[in-house]
């Protein structure tokens, strides 16, 4: 899943870190060598 819009977070299932975008660049965020998973809130 790419990032869309800026505020959107994100979720490492492995190791549960979390981020927020601040800025949209386009692309898929990735930690411990797998997709992030986005938060809906």
Same mark, same amino acid.
């Given at each position: 899943? #790419?990032?869309?819009?800026? =505020? !959107?977070?994100?979720?490492? $299932? &492995? @190791? =549960?870190? $979390?981020? *927020?975008? *601040?800025?949209? =660049? #386009?692309? *898929? +965020?990735? @930690? @411990? #060598? $797998?997709?992030? *998973? +986005? &938060? !809906? !809130?």
């Amino acid at each position: 899943m #790419g990032v869309s819009k800026k =505020g !959107e977070k994100y979720l490492c $299932e &492995i @190791c =549960g870190n $979390e981020v *927020t975008v *601040t800025k949209v =660049g #386009g692309g *898929t +965020l990735v @930690c @411990c #060598g $797998e997709e992030m *998973t +986005l &938060i !809906e !809130e």
